[in-house]
Every structure is written in C-alpha cells, then in structure tokens.
C-alpha cells in the first residue's frame, strides 16, 4: 500500500484548509444542538481532524496539528454562545481525543491501513478510546462549567464521537489504497440505491421504523466495490441520516415525538445506527478485501507453480489412487512423447515406455497401501533418445483422514551424467604415471586414482575418507613451507594460495611412499566449485619429476662447468688479443725502420747500386711491405674484437675515397698481367663516413681481386648510387679470379678464414681482410656480401647509406682504362 505524500507548501495548505473545517463542522454542531441539550447530537469535526492526520500527517507536524485542532475547536465552542472556560475545555478535549484516536492508530511507526480483522479491531479500540477520553473531559466540563448532569453528558458525547470518527476515519485510512477496478454501470446503481433509500428512510415525512434498510445496501457496496467506495458511502450516509435526524425526519426523531424521547437519547440512538452501519459494512469490506487478495495470491501460486513444473528439468507426475495419470509437467511430457491433455487421464502403466509393464501396473494399484517404494530407478525408451536411466523419488498425498490419495514422480535422468562419471573414472584410472588426489574443504581424501597408488604406495581404501593428505607429505618440508607462509603446519600449506582466490598453484613437494622412500613430485593444485561458485573442495594433479630433476641437477653441474670453460676460454682469447697487439706493435716499429732504410738504399742514399742490388732491395720493399700490411689488419682485428674500433665520421665523396685506394693498389696491379676497370660515378657519392678506416675497406677489397686473379684476368671496380635505393651507395668489387665454393660463402668473413680454393692453390694471406671489411661496413650502417662461383671469380658489393644533404658538384668523370703489364 503507497500513501499520498505532499510537500511541505502544500501540506501547511491542506492542514490550514482542514482545521477551517473543523472549525465550520465544529460551530455548526453547537449552533443547532437540540433545544434544552448541553451537547451536540453528532461532532463531525472530530472525524474530520483525524481523518486529516490519517491521510497525510507525519511525525512533529502531525502534533501541531493537533495544537491547531484545540484553537479551531475551542473557537467552534466559542463562536457556538458556549463560556470561554467552557469552549477552552472543550478544544482541549477535541484535541485530546485526536492525539489518542491518531497515536494508538500509529503506534511503532507503522502505517493505518484496514486490509485484516485485526486493522479492524485497531480502529474499533482506538476510536472507542478517543472517544471515552473525550466523554470524560466533556462530562467534566459540563458538570463543573454549567451545572450539567455528568454520566448523561459523557454517554452522549461518547456515542457521537465514535460516531464521527468511525465514519470519517476510514476515508483517511482508504485514501493510500490503490482502486482495485474500474468504476462501472453497478456502482451507478448502488450509490443511487443507498443515497435515495437513506434519503427516503430519514425523510422528516417518514415516520416507519426502517433505519436498518440502508445497511443491506452499504453490505452490497462491501462486497463488491471496495474499501474507498465503502468508505465515501458511510461519510455520505452519516451525513444524510444526522442533518435529516436534526431537522425532525427519520424513525429516531418520530419516536421522540411519540414517546418523548430527550434529545440526548434522539442522538445516541442515531450514533448506534452510524455506528452499527460503520462496523457491518467496514467488517465486510475488509473481509471481502482479504478474499479477493487470497484468492489473487492463490492464482499467483497456482501459476507460479504450473510455470515451475513446466520449467524444471525433472520429470514430475501425479498418479491418482486408481493408477490414471492426474497431471504431469512439459518435462514428462517430452519424455512420453505425447501432450499433457492426451496424458491425462490414461493408466501409468500403459504410457510408462518401459519394459515390464505388468510391474507397474502392479505398483500403480498399490498406491493406496503405500505399495511403490520412496526411490526407484527404471530404463524408459523414449522415442529419438534411445534408452534413458530415470531415478525417481516418490512421495504420497494424503488427505484429512490420512489416507493416499495421490503419488507424485520425480525423475531425474541421469544417462548422461552417468556416462560422464564413467568416462572421468575411466580417465582417472587410465592416468596411472599421474596422482590425481582429491579432498574435501578439511584435507580428507576424497578421490585417490590409479597412478596416486602407483607413485604413493597406498591403496584407495587405506586413505580415502581415512587420512589427511598433509600426512602423505615430507613432514619437514610441510613445516618449513608453514613458516615461510606464517600459518599452521598441516593441509593449510597445501592450498594456502588455492583457498586466498589463486585459481591453480604448482610447485615442487616430496610425497613420502608408504615403504618410507620418498619422491619428488610437480604439484598442480587447483579448487573444486559448485554451480554457484562456492569451494567445496580441491584438487591435486601430481607427476612424479624424481628421475627428471636429478637429470636437471647434473645437467646445471655441467652447465656450470661448462659456464667455467667459456669464461676461461674468454680469457685465454682475450690474453691471446692482448698479447698479438702488443707484438704487433713491437713489430711494426723496426719493420717501419727497415722499409725506411729500404727507401734509403733504392734513392742511392749509400752510393749506386747495379741492377741486381736494387731487384733485391725492391723484393724486400715488397715483403716488408706486405708484414707492415699483415701487422696493420692484426692490430685492427685486435680492436675490433675488443669492441674499440674507432671511426671518426664526417661528410666525404665515396669517389675521392676509391680514388685515394687505387692509388695505393696501382704499385701492386701495375706489376701484374690484368685488366683495371674502374667506373666511378660523375656526381659526387656523399656519406657520413670514416676516409682513412673506408679506404682501408676498398683497398683489402681490391687487394684481394689481385691477390686471387692470375695474370691475364680482369680486376673491376664500381660506385654509384644505387638505382632501387635512393639511400644508398654501392661499392662494387670483382675479379675473374678462381672464385669461393659455395659452401664457404657464409664463412669467408669470419676472422682467419681461408678458403679451400685458396688453401689447395696455396696463396698467401692471414684470412682477415674480409673480416676487417665487414666490420667497417656495418660500422658504417652498411653491409657486404658475395656472390662467386669455383673458377667464375667473385663479386663483393658494399652498401652505404647516403649522407644527409648533397654537397658541392665536382668535376670527377668515370675512368674506364686498360693496362696490360709484365711482371719484372
């Protein structure tokens, strides 16, 4: 039940409005008191005040409320002739009664509603003693104030009193209450019907003893309108049967006449018929309320329930004491492959698919001697599934007496939740080099497989429900992983991170066998969960590792040895470097004097010398030269493999670099029997680069070409841009030489390589002026490679990549020249 709420503007209008009522009711009702009468025959204003508070007041504005209704009241009393003691006394009483009638209607915060007997009987109570606390306070009043009689005043005004606010009070109550349908042709006829017999029954021409006549009508209204209409008709007929009573109509004013009634008694019979027709018609319309609201909840049950059936995943049958089918859910129906409205009705026996159907027609007969056992698994054939396994749990109805009278069925098929379990037993039996160990939530096995007797030792029967997995580990190890996690020594280590929300946890643990040896085993432990996600137990999947990490500890052994024998190696290669840098450049010092003595001797510096002098002091020209050569790339090599090989790059012409390299080469080709090309782009061939260190890269190049060329070959050289990568600049180098094997290719710039072509032909070299032109070129940010074939000659082609911005223009023109020299 919702009740109107207003906000506080509108609630101080409402309340303003309402004890202007009272105040209006409340004079009225003094100004046409009978005549000799100390009171009002009827005090609507009473029922107005609490009706008000009912409705809408809640917590501190309700009680000044209240205050509001003892000015108003006392000022009706007032504006009535009555004293100003006497009125003052008698605002207090109208309040006081409110307060009473209001509190004990609210009492423990709960809301006034009418939709039980019991509110009933809170209403009846509460009007009753707001009504004797008004009696009192008037009786008083009237004996003390005026000289009045006390019992007569008190009876009188207690009568109208609950009168009024049994009349009024259930309009306030009925105002939260939702209309529970629609206004209709019959609700026109009922309030014609009980407006114009309660206008024709207190009609002043009217002298016939029929004041019960509209209670029938206020009944009909109870049980069939509602509690509002109810409500609204009494206030209306209140009304009607007071203001009619007052003017001389009605039975109650005719008897006065007649008999010489007092007005007092004129009134206290008329608040007797409100009264009698406030309790008759409220009693119904209450109990009509609470019927039509079980019968709402009987049919929301009822089809929750049918919804319910319909819905469960259970086969559920009732079967009536004579063995027919009395209802069954959809479930059941598709396992009987046909419609409920065809089932019902038919014998069990003779719709149950299975195949002794003279069994259950037997158990069927017996269901009123109790003759079908609580649980019972039958094999169904239903059609499209083949056979299905039902488990059935069978429950009795009874009635009054306690006799059955019906059998309810509820099957579970369980074909494939026990395939299932077969398969998973059989997976778990299968895994016989895996421990798969379950346990409940306190560590006692529940699953021990195969393969957990075969790494443990134990059987299934010696533990499970019998030992706590802890006691199957190395009792040191649980205790030192309990310190490390700062809890209890026992099956807590083991699922530690499983219970605190890891999903798995896999580690290392040594299971202790039953013989007392022990195993190292990889343990992957995880949680078994419900359907609604809560843990009810764990689970451990364990491989036996034993032989495997002893494996793993000698192969660390040996990698640490040999972890040891690359450090000494490193540092033999690295005394090794030291010791040919530190020879070469004790060699180069008096080498470098030789050649220049060399020098002295070819220019005559110790007199002329005859031809055959100078043929042999140019042969040790060229073979001091050659060592110096040798010195040069072992003490370059050195830096490299030290990592200190040092470039200063700046913006050069790659043509000036391969001129300058040439040149150093030509004393060498000039002696032998070839072919020189060089072609060199006309623009220049700009790069951020080393000179000196790019230089020696073109000149091991083309020494090479010489080197492996006999007489009578061609030896090309080659740069300009290339044409697929603006970026880039290729330095080409070949010769017709007697060329690499192909399965060299990938070596041949590794340090000290030679060939094996070179190796059978027995040319000189040390194998690193390949190794020294690579790692000039990467050091370059470009890169070499080969392309050669036995006895085709080889190609190296040297990518560099181009320098920021071009440079000045120069006049260089591509040389393309032929020699042919003999070798003196």
């Known amino acids: 039940m919702t009740r109107p709420t207003l906000g506080r503007a509108r609630w101080w209008v409402a309340a303003a409005l309402a004890l202007v009522g009272v105040f209006v009711l409340g004079a009225t009702a003094v100004r046409f008191a009978p005549p000799g009468s100390t009171v009002a025959v009827w005090w609507p204003a009473a029922g107005l005040a609490v009706s008000f508070l009912l409705a809408t007041a809640r917590g501190a504005r309700a009680w000044l409320f209240v205050a509001g209704v003892l000015v108003s009241s006392a000022a009706a009393n007032?504006?009535?002739?009555?004293?100003?003691?006497?009125?003052?006394c008698f605002g207090v009483a109208n309040a006081a009664e409110v307060a009473v009638v209001y509190g004990l209607l609210t009492r423990g915060g709960r809301r006034p509603a009418l939709a039980s007997m019991e509110d009933l009987w809170n209403l009846l109570a509460a009007t009753l003693a707001g009504a004797l606390v008004f009696g009192l306070f008037a009786g008083l009043?009237?004996?003390?104030?005026?000289?009045?009689?006390?019992?007569?005043?008190?009876s009188a005004v207690t009568a109208s009193h609950a009168a009024a606010v049994l009349v009024f009070a259930p309009l306030g109550i009925a105002v939260g209450t939702r209309r529970t349908r629609r206004p209709g042709f019959e609700d026109l006829v009922q309030w014609v019907v009980v407006v114009g017999l309660t206008t024709w029954v207190f009609n002043p021409g009217q002298a016939l003893p029929l004041a019960f006549l509209p209670i029938p009508v206020l009944v009909w209204g109870a049980l069939r309108l509602g509690l509002r209409t109810v409500a609204i008709q009494l206030l209306v007929v209140g009304v009607l049967a007071v203001t009619l009573t007052s003017i001389g109509g009605g039975p109650f004013a005719a008897a006065a006449r007649v008999g010489g009634l007092r007005p007092e008694t004129v009134g206290a019979l008329t608040q007797a018929f409100l009264v009698t027709a406030a309790v008759t018609a409220l009693s119904l319309a209450v109990a009509s309320t609470q019927r039509r609201a079980a019968l709402a909840d009987l049919r929301s049950e009822v089809e929750l329930s049918g919804v319910v059936l319909d819905t469960a995943a259970s086969a559920i049958i009732v079967v009536d004491r004579a063995g027919a089918i009395a209802r069954l859910n959809a479930t059941a129906a598709r396992l009987l492959g046909a419609a409920e409205a065809e089932l019902v009705g038919r014998p069990a026996a003779e719709v149950f698919p299975v195949d002794d159907h003279e069994r259950v027609s037997a158990q069927m007969a017996g269901i009123g001697e109790g003759a079908v056992p609580l649980h019972e698994e039958q094999d169904w054939r239903v059609t499209g599934l083949g056979v299905r396994h039902i488990v059935w749990t069978n429950a009795y109805l009874t009635d009054d007496t306690g006799h059955r009278t019906h059998l309810v069925k509820t099957g579970v098929d369980v074909t494939d939740e026990r395939a299932a379990r077969t398969f998973v037993e059989a997976v778990l039996e299968a895994a016989t080099a895996t421990a798969i160990i379950g346990t409940d939530l306190d560590g006692v096995i529940t699953l021990f497989n195969r393969g957990a007797e075969t790494v443990l030792g134990w059987r299934a029967s010696e533990v499970v429900s019998r030992k706590d997995w802890s006691l199957l580990h190395d009792p040191a190890e649980i205790d030192r992983r309990a310190e490390e996690l700062g809890v209890e020594p026992g099956f807590d280590v083991l699922v530690?991170?499983?219970?605190?929300?890891a999903a798995t946890e896999t580690r290392d643990w040594t299971y202790v066998r039953k013989d007392g040896t022990r195993r190292t085993v990889s343990l992957t432990m995880s949680g078994i969960r419900d359907e609604g996600g809560q843990l009810t137990g764990y689970l451990g999947v364990a491989e036996d590792v034993t032989r495997r990490r002893q494996v793993e500890v000698t192969l660390q052994v040996a990698l640490d040895r040999e972890r040891e024998a690359v450090e000494e190696l490193t540092q033999l290669d690295r005394t090794k470097s030291d010791f040919v840098s530190a020879v070469s450049h004790e060699l180069r010092t008096p080498l470098a004097s030789v050649l220049g003595y060399t020098e002295m001797l070819e220019d005559g510096a110790a007199g002329a010398l005859t031809d055959r002098q100078l043929e042999l002091v140019a042969r040790v020209d060229r073979?001091?030269?050659?060592l110096l050569s040798l010195i040069e790339d072992l003490l370059l090599n050195s830096?490299?493999?030290?990592g200190r090989l040092e470039l200063a790059p700046r913006r050069c012409d790659l043509s000036d670099v391969v001129a300058s390299a040439w040149t150093s080469v030509e004393t060498v080709t000039a002696q032998r029997d070839l072919v020189r090309e060089v072609e060199v782009s006309p623009r220049p061939l700009w790069i951020e680069?080393?000179?000196?260190?790019l230089e020696r890269m073109v000149t091991n190049l083309l020494s090479n070409a010489v080197k492996f060329t006999p007489d009578g070959g061609r030896v090309a050289l080659a740069a300009h841009p290339d044409d697929r990568r603006p970026d880039t600049v290729r330095l080409v180098v070949s010769d017709s030489g007697m060329g690499i094997p192909e399965s060299d290719h990938e070596r041949v710039f590794a340090r000290f390589f030679r060939s094996s072509a070179a190796n059978e032909r027995a040319i000189q070299g040390s194998g690193l002026g390949l190794s020294i032109v690579r790692a000039i070129a990467e050091g370059h940010g470009g890169s070499v490679s080969v392309a050669s074939a036995p006895d085709e000659g080889s190609t190296f082609t040297v990518c560099l990549p181009v320098a920021g911005s071009a440079g000045p223009p120069t006049q260089a023109a591509t040389r393309t020249y032929r020699d042919h020299r003999d070798d003196s």
């Open 141 to 154: 009043t009237v004996s003390i104030g005026v000289g009045g009689p006390f019992l007569a005043t008190a």
């Open 623 to 626: 073979n001091g030269r050659r």
């Open 639 to 642: 830096r490299i493999e030290a």
């Open 78 to 88: 007032a504006y009535g002739g009555r004293p100003p003691l006497v009125a003052l």
């Open 689 to 693: 680069g080393d000179p000196a260190a």
């Open 496 to 501: 530690h991170r499983v219970r605190g929300g």
